[in-house]
């Protein structure tokens, strides 16, 4: 999988990538996660990316120009575009499991109050079959997307065959349900044991423990 990100704050993307899940998946080329800078979209002496909105309104706008040349530079017939903001559809695992079907990812970081609606307009129309997607990964607000992308892409490696030892861990199957309460070594920390069906040792009877405790998302 390809994914490309486009921010006007490239330094925030370099440690997060370097670790755990995401370092494998780039270390066994499974995944290639590329980082651009914005401002080397733009056309002007400034290399302006923001400006004040039409009918006055509070805060800075992104650029319609910038992202759409960013996003021409590297588009594909199979990417998928995804605009990060805390207006859009709200993120889950099941929409992380149908991105990381996807052979190509390009997100574009939002950054204050918004971004020239008329991207998402002429996205659309150059490239038909492939609508902008929206996407927010939760209702509150964030300065940017930069750190919603980062979620998004974590949550979406992990999913992506191959790169887990352990699919089992890659988890959350359909009916949504997470891990039961776990424990490990020792079997007793300050008096207080992990519970006796999972050191009996009894196998169904700990399956049968684990399925009814498993913890269930909130919501
Ligand atoms: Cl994707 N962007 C911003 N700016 N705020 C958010 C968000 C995204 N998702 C939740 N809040």
Same mark, same amino acid.
């Given at each position: 999988?390809?994914?490309?990100?486009?921010?006007?704050?490239?330094?925030?993307?370099?440690?997060?990538?370097?670790?755990?899940?995401?370092?494998?998946?780039?270390?066994?080329?499974?995944?290639?996660?590329?980082?651009?800078?914005?401002?080397?979209?733009?056309?002007?002496?400034?290399?302006?990316?923001?400006?004040?909105?039409?009918?006055?309104?509070?805060?800075?706008?992104?650029?319609?120009?910038?992202?759409?040349?960013?996003?021409?530079?590297?588009?594909?017939?199979?990417?998928?575009?995804?605009?990060?903001?805390?207006?859009?559809?709200?993120?889950?695992?099941?929409?992380?499991?149908?991105?990381?079907?996807?052979?190509?990812?390009?997100?574009?970081?939002?950054?204050?109050? %918004?971004?020239?609606?008329?991207?998402?307009?002429?996205?659309?129309?150059?490239?038909?079959?492939?609508?902008?997607?929206?996407?927010?990964?939760?209702?509150?607000?964030?300065? %940017?997307?930069?750190?919603?992308?980062?979620?998004?892409?974590?949550?979406?490696?992990?999913?992506?065959? %191959?790169?887990?030892?352990?699919?089992?861990?890659?988890?959350?199957?359909?009916?949504?349900?997470?891990?039961?309460?776990?424990?490990?070594?020792?079997?007793?920390?300050?008096?207080?044991?992990?519970?006796?069906?999972?050191?009996?040792?009894?196998?169904?009877?700990?399956?049968?423990?684990?399925?009814?405790?498993?913890?269930?998302?909130?919501?």
């Amino acid at each position: 999988m390809q994914i490309d990100i486009f921010t006007i704050f490239p330094k925030m993307f370099e440690s997060p990538f370097d670790w755990g899940t995401i370092r494998i998946a780039k270390s066994k080329k499974i995944v290639s996660i590329n980082v651009w800078d914005l401002r080397n979209f733009t056309n002007d002496i400034h290399r302006k990316v923001d400006d004040y909105p039409y009918g006055g309104s509070s805060g800075m706008v992104l650029k319609a120009e910038p992202i759409l040349k960013a996003v021409r530079s590297v588009m594909t017939p199979d990417a998928r575009v995804v605009l990060l903001t805390p207006a859009g559809k709200l993120y889950n695992q099941s929409l992380a499991q149908e991105l990381s079907e996807e052979s190509h990812l390009i997100f574009i970081c939002g950054r204050y109050q %918004g971004v020239d609606e008329r991207v998402k307009d002429i996205i659309n129309m150059e490239y038909p079959d492939k609508t902008m997607m929206e996407i927010s990964i939760g209702n509150y607000v964030l300065s %940017g997307g930069e750190l919603a992308c980062m979620s998004i892409v974590e949550s979406i490696t992990r999913l992506i065959p %191959g790169v887990l030892k352990n699919p089992e861990s890659m988890f959350a199957d359909s009916l949504g349900e997470l891990d039961p309460p776990l424990y490990t070594k020792p079997a007793e920390v300050e008096g207080v044991k992990v519970p006796e069906i999972l050191t009996s040792g009894h196998h169904t009877k700990i399956n049968q423990w684990n399925s009814t405790n498993r913890k269930q998302w909130t919501h």
